[in-house]
């Protein structure tokens, strides 16, 4: 086994990534286990932490990075099955679940909401003191025990997008999609193409997608979207919100929204194509990216819209996920527009913070595969 292994550390919102070279701990401690990372997801909340957006608190300097595939290295003591029972062994491909709750607190017990445990702790979301706990890194150490993880034979490319799937499982759990149900889903990024194939997989009868980029759109597509706008094409609000309602019963709009663009104005734009009575799904802010003016009266009172937010992902949505993309029946891998080593880590964030072009292409998605 290697002595040593590299790292990327951000120095704070705003700054710089440095690469880290530090000692791996052999053997790792009872019940954490070592990974070595295959590829870990360039995913935009990481990119409205680096910009210092409001929602979640990062103690800098701080390795980033939590959607996490690797191989098994080394096991410590009591570490012998994956969360679904099934027994694990070096060399093994797992996915980590980042979230770690405490099960104890009131937000874990008497709230019955996890999510929001009042003692969690995420990877990629702490001090770079914690050592190899952020996935933009060689190695990654599950020191957290009882860190949940799933093992899969999924090629890294799909398997990296387990944590992106398992946010548009939790919250189409928590909106109930109904069988039947047209669905609208806002924001052609990865949380938007991820969301399209859970609908899909949850019983839609039609999908429609709004984004911005080409490329997506058109991968969109290959999901099996129904109608697919460009908002740089169909450029009039009004123009658009006919479109989709021509497209449902009545024209009186969608049964289901689901906003992951993550721009505040899209909030607002959802309640022009969602039928009376309909359900909106919240999934695209998980930092506080700023305000919108809604109309309480026509968006939501006399709609009768039912809006439900959702915040981050638990073991049950992660294994419901995985279930999902083991069907192999969607063109997930696609996805992957760019493999970039450490050294690129910060290209991708300024891509991604600005134009979404690198090296010339458009990223859908970006991975950081170390070697
Ligand atoms: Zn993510
Ligand atoms: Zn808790």
């Given at each position: ?26 053997p790792?401690?009872?019940?954490t ?12 909340t ?18 980033l ?18 969360n ?24 874990c ?61 939790s919250g ?7 069988v039947?149900d047209?669905?609208?889903v ?12 859970v ?14 980029q ?7 597509e ?26 449902t ?6 049964d ?27 999934l ?15 968006d ?22 995985l ?14 527009t ?5 050294e ?22 970006a ?5």
């Amino acid at each position: 086994m290697a002595k040593v292994g590299r790292t990327t550390v951000l120095e704070k919102a705003g700054g710089k990534f440095h690469i880290k070279e530090m000692p791996l701990p052999d053997p790792p401690g009872p019940g954490t286990l070592l990974m070595k990372v295959e590829m870990c997801g360039v995913c935009g909340t990481d990119i409205h932490m680096w910009q210092g957006h409001e929602g979640i608190v990062v103690p800098f300097p701080a390795p980033l990075g939590h959607e996490i595939v690797g191989e098994i290295v080394a096991l410590g003591e009591g570490v012998e099955n994956d969360n679904v029972g099934r027994p694990v062994k070096e060399g093994d491909r797992i996915v980590i679940i980042p979230l770690v709750t405490c099960g104890k607190c009131y937000a874990c017990t008497v709230l019955q909401e996890p999510a929001k445990c009042l003692n969690a702790l995420a990877y990629g979301h702490q001090s770079i003191e914690t050592g190899f706990t952020g996935g933009y890194s060689e190695y990654l150490h599950m020191n957290i025990p009882n860190t949940g993880f799933l093992k899969t034979d999924l090629p890294p490319e799909v398997a990296v997008s387990l944590e992106p799937t398992s946010i548009a499982v939790s919250g189409m759990k928590r909106v109930g999609v109904t069988v039947g149900d047209i669905a609208l889903v806002q924001g052609d990024g990865a949380i938007g193409l991820l969301t399209m194939m859970v609908t899909k997989e949850a019983g839609v009868s039609k999908i429609f997608i709004i984004g911005t980029q080409k490329d997506r759109l058109k991968l969109a597509e290959e999901f099996g979207s129904d109608l697919t706008i460009n908002i740089t094409e169909v450029k009039s609000l009004e123009d658009r919100v006919k479109m989709v309602k021509e497209q449902t019963r009545q024209g009186l709009g969608v049964d289901l929204i689901c906003e992951c663009a993550g721009v505040p104005v899209a909030f607002k734009e959802g309640f022009q194509y969602l039928r009376y009575g309909g359900r909106f799904c919240e999934l695209g802010h998980f930092t506080d990216t700023g305000s919108v003016e809604i109309n309480p009266s026509t968006d939501i009172c006399a709609k009768m819209a039912t809006v439900v937010g959702s915040w981050s992902s638990l073991p049950d949505d992660f294994i419901r996920a995985l279930q999902v993309l083991e069907l192999r029946k969607y063109p997930v891998g696609k996805m992957i527009t760019h493999r970039l080593p450490l050294e690129r880590l910060e290209d991708a964030f300024k891509a991604m913070a600005g134009d979404k072009i690198l090296d010339g292409k458009e990223i859908i998605k970006a991975v950081i595969a170390p070697e």
